[in-house]
């Protein structure tokens, strides 16, 4: 069976420090995978998604970068954190056309 | 056009009552249509999904309807009970390789005992 993992689950960094969060997928090959963030409140907003090892398209621009050096693996990233990049931040895979299955989140306080 | 646009923010109810909340859209390319649940601290998950083929949809308690012409589709919840108190998304996407979801802006649910 597929499954996802997200780590680290909280993480509080300061203003001004880089991030690194993970994901990986296990039980599937050559998924789409997707970061989503997740601002106080309820909306799921898209920053990239990916369908290929190297394939990352943005949908907002902003502070954060992604990156998929391996097949099952997707990577959000900042060189320098902002107040603003707080949040729930989700990863999501699915096979293609339908249905997604999301990590269990990571919670990020930049203060 | 892009949009998922739904209804209410928030919703509360008696166990028992059937909360209904509401999704609209624009694009007719759209032709899937998932609802997911989410508990705080907690990453969604699929609830029950629907295609503009299909009128209505029931899994378990859980219950879809659609609507082609009218561009809407509704979540309807039968027996509520306190431990479907969570926040609720519609979404939709189009047949494509990236297979991304729209979302909507999620209903906040409370079911009192």
């Known amino acids: 069976s597929q499954t996802i993992h997200q780590w680290p689950a909280t993480l509080v960094q300061p203003v001004g420090s880089p991030l690194s969060l993970e994901c990986t997928v296990e039980?599937?090959?050559?998924?789409?995978l997707y970061w989503y963030r997740q601002a106080a409140g309820r909306g799921l907003q898209l920053l990239f998604y990916?369908?290929?090892?190297?394939?990352i398209s943005s949908e907002v621009p902003q502070n954060l970068s992604a990156s998929r050096p391996q097949d099952r693996q997707f990577i959000l990233s900042s060189k320098k954190l902002l107040l603003s990049d707080s949040g729930f931040y989700l990863c999501?895979?699915?096979?293609?056309?339908?249905?997604?299955?999301f990590g269990s989140g990571t919670r990020l306080t930049v203060v | 056009q892009q949009q998922v646009k739904q209804s209410p923010q928030s919703l509360i109810v008696q166990k028992g009552g059937i909360p209904i909340i509401n999704c609209a859209y624009e694009?007719?390319?759209?032709?899937?249509f998932p609802w997911y649940q989410q508990f705080p601290g907690k990453g969604p998950a699929l609830l029950i999904a629907i295609r503009p083929d299909v009128s209505e949809k029931k899994e378990g308690r859980f219950t879809i309807s659609f609507n082609k012409s009218a561009k809407q589709f509704s979540l309807h919840i039968m027996d509520s009970q306190p431990g479907d108190s969570a926040t609720y998304f519609c979404?939709?996407?189009?047949?494509?390789?990236?297979?991304?979801?729209?979302f909507g802006q999620g209903t906040t649910l409370q079911v009192k005992p």
């Open positions: 979404a939709a996407s189009m047949h494509s390789n990236t297979g991304k979801l729209i």
């Open positions: 039980g599937t090959s050559n998924p789409n």
């Open positions: 694009n007719t390319a759209f032709d899937y």
């Open positions: 990916s369908v290929g090892i190297g394939q």
């Open positions: 999501a895979w699915s096979p293609g056309a339908r249905g997604y299955t």
